[in-house]
């Protein structure tokens, strides 16, 4: 599966965007999907996610309750609705893929097999 994430943009603080991230060459159906960044000179970190065979979506701390991830299997789509948005959140944003997740590796970058090219956020102050 080939996932092609977009959305982001310039954003002042507090503002909200929507990070899309489609899938090609096959269905999001049994898979565990997740949102991740990286901002510049740091390491990549879980923002968002979901286990294939659990409904219910895990946050990161300095997310929760600002961010909602979401999927739509039928459009092959994964989302991310980022409200609140403050400059500690510019960074690159990536969607990631796989079909064998274990849920204590939920948060884990190398447990993913798939990664969208990145999309990237920028909140000004």
């Known amino acids: 599966v080939q996932l092609q994430a977009s959305g982001g943009g310039l954003v002042q603080a507090g503002g909200s965007l929507r990070l899309s991230c489609a899938a090609s060459?096959?269905?999001?159906?049994?898979?565990?999907l997740a949102w991740f960044r990286q901002a510049t000179g740091k390491e990549r970190e879980f923002v968002a996610g979901?286990?294939?065979?659990?409904?219910?979506?895990f946050y990161s701390d300095s997310v929760k309750g600002r961010f909602t991830i979401s999927r739509d299997n039928a459009k092959s789509t994964l989302y991310l609705q980022m409200n609140s948005l403050q400059p500690e959140d510019t960074a690159a944003y990536y969607c990631?893929?796989?079909?064998?997740?274990?849920?204590?590796?939920?948060?884990?970058?190398?447990?993913?097999?798939?990664w969208g090219q990145g999309t990237e956020v920028t909140v000004s102050s």
């Open positions: 990631t893929a796989t079909r064998s997740l274990i849920l204590s590796n939920l948060r884990v970058p190398s447990a993913y097999d798939y």
């Open positions: 060459g096959g269905t999001l159906r049994g898979y565990s």
């Open positions: 979901f286990k294939s065979t659990n409904s219910n979506a």
